[in-house]
Nanobody, 124 residues
Framework: QVQLVESGGGLVHTGDSLRLSCAAS????????IAWFRQAPGKERDFVAR????????DYADSVKGRFTISRDNDKNAVYLQMNSLRPEDTAVYYC?????????????????WGQGTQVTVSS
């Protein structure tokens, strides 16, 4: 079992930045690939970014490429999502998810463990 807890969400204005954190506990964190997803009201849970278990590979949804950066610190059992130049369409609940593989897919259904989510609201 891996327990994930997100934090860092909030209410910001267009163009602002936020840094989300995902703190993990339980099994060896470095054995898990991590991804961030987001879900807006009435919409499906969408892939945002992923990072390999070593941190050497990352990938982003086209909608956030160049604005968001995913990183991890295996010594601190944490993954981060730095979000810059935020837009109203980034408003959603953001979730981190873990899968016991080197690099995870971009499909939400493939992930084994999820956090409870953190709300990000971007006002125009």
């Amino acid at each position: 079992q891996v327990q994930l807890v997100e934090s860092g969400g909030g209410l910001v204005h267009t163009g602002d930045s936020l840094r989300l954190s995902c703190a993990a506990s339980g099994r060896t964190f470095s054995n898990y690939a991590i991804a961030w997803f987001r879900q807006a009201p009435g919409k499906e849970r969408d892939f945002v970014a992923r990072i390999s278990r070593s941190g050497g590979y990352n990938d982003y949804a086209d909608s956030v490429k160049g604005r968001f950066t995913i990183s991890r610190d295996n010594d601190k059992n944490a993954v981060y999502l730095q979000m810059n130049s935020l837009r109203p369409e980034d408003t959603a609940v953001y979730y981190c998810a873990a899968k016991g593989t080197i690099i995870a897919t971009m499909r939400a259904g493939d992930f084994e463990y999820w956090g409870q989510g953190t709300q990000v609201t971007v006002s125009s």
